[in-house]
């Protein structure tokens, strides 16, 4: 059964039309929620799907708008059916999310100590595909962001490749399409001003037509409608709709 994509947002961290950029990732009878920022409960309410059918969350950084709602989610979670959500998150980001994100909202004496209180937590190592679901591997790839600050792209199924927020890599691009079998790429775009921590939209019209016509777009920010028709050979994706991958 082929994975199907729902984008519960498709905006970058400044934009107000969209919500953040985050996903359902529907494989099989599996729902995995790919980061689960500020507006992701909002956008999850949206689109009528309750929290408790979501099976686990994969964070690919901590910044708030791929972070902001794992409070929300944990405490609905813990306080209403109960049951842990699982929790993937590569093993250098434990810390920093709960010390530096969760612990100051979610922490109670003697209740939610630590992240293991509200989630079930999952280790995921760099370049080591794991297996989620009978229907869903997913690998991480470091790519790089803020200095300083881990963030990781997604290699699914040894197939489809989905961007983290990262600057522009072509060799990376071009290796998992030729090398890897890459057929499908969800990738970030900053569509105005400098590329500095993303990958500009002048950046990926560089590269060549048929790695283009793998890629859609997303994380944009709310001039997204005055690019139509100016992105060469790559589509936006829409927050909401269902893409079959």
Not at 50 to 68: C, F, Q, R, S
Not at 197 to 210: F, K, R
Not at 228 to 245: I, S
Request: proline content about 5%.
């Amino acid at each position: 059964m082929p994975l199907r994509l729902q984008m519960l947002g498709t905006g970058g961290a400044f934009a107000k039309t969209y919500y953040n950029n985050n996903a359902l990732l529907y494989a099989g009878d599996f729902t995995l929620l790919i980061d689960c920022g500020i507006t992701a409960p909002m956008a999850l309410h949206a689109i009528g799907k309750p929290v408790d059918e979501i099976d686990a969350v994969l964070i690919t950084h901590i910044h708030g708008d791929h972070v902001g709602g794992l409070e929300e989610l944990a405490f609905r979670r813990k306080f209403g059916s109960g049951q842990k959500p699982i929790l993937y998150v590569a093993d250098n980001l434990v810390e920093p999310l709960w010390e530096n994100t969760l612990k100051g909202g979610l922490s109670q004496d003697g209740v939610i100590q630590s992240l293991s209180d509200v989630f079930d937590v999952h280790l995921l190592a760099e370049g080591q595909p794991a297996q989620l679901a009978p229907e869903l591997k997913v690998e991480l790839i470091r790519t790089p962001h803020i200095p300083g600050k881990p963030s990781y792209s997604l290699y699914i199924n040894e197939e489809i490749f989905y961007s983290a927020d990262k600057t522009f890599q072509p060799e990376l691009l071009e290796k998992l399409v030729r090398e890897r079998g890459c057929r499908r790429i969800l990738h970030e775009v900053q569509l105005t001003g400098p590329g500095e921590v993303h990958t500009t939209l002048q950046e990926l019209l560089t590269l060549p037509s048929e790695i283009q016509r793998q890629i859609l777009l997303m994380h944009y920010g709310d001039e997204m409608e005055s690019f139509r028709g100016a992105t060469g050979e790559m589509d936006f994706l829409l927050q909401h709709e269902v893409y079959t991958l």
